[in-house]
């Protein structure tokens, strides 16, 4: 079966930098959108970052320009690179993976998401 497993969450000060990596097991990587999906306490669960099969990658407007989406395919891992890092970037992030051939980076959306990982928690403190 599918399983995602991340890691490289921890505590950091705001301005730092971290990376999360989300290794796949259980398909064939690199065919379908994969992404990072974050979700703060209180708050519902919100787009991050997507990477699609054909490599185009797209993010949300709150990210843009901090954090980078990348993947291994040899290595079936997913890696979102967090910089310039905000208190507001305070979260539990997951990684998620798509069997949906019609998820594109100018399109995704939650329900296009069939597998989760358990997670991975970031805290940026000022």
């Known amino acids: 079966q599918v399983q995602l497993m991340e890691s490289g969450g921890g505590s950091v000060q705001a301005g730092g930098s971290l990376r999360l990596s989300c290794v796949a097991s259980?398909?064939?990587?690199?065919?379908?959108?994969m992404a990072w999906f974050r979700q703060a306490p209180g708050k519902e669960r919100e787009k991050v970052a997507v990477?699609?099969?054909?490599?185009?990658?797209g993010y949300a407007d709150s990210v843009q320009g901090r954090l980078t989406i990348s993947q291994d395919n040899e290595k079936n891992t997913l890696y979102l690179l967090m910089t310039s890092l905000k208190t507001e970037d305070t979260a539990m992030y997951y990684c998620?993976?798509?069997?949906?051939?019609?998820?594109?980076?100018?399109?995704?959306?939650?329900?296009?998401?069939?597998?989760w990982g358990q997670g991975t928690q970031v805290t940026v403190s000022s």
């Open positions: 990477i699609d099969g054909d490599g185009d990658s």
């Open positions: 259980g398909y064939t990587y690199g065919s379908y959108c």
């Open positions: 998620t993976s798509s069997e949906r051939y019609d998820c594109s980076a100018s399109t995704w959306k939650r329900s296009d998401f069939s597998y």
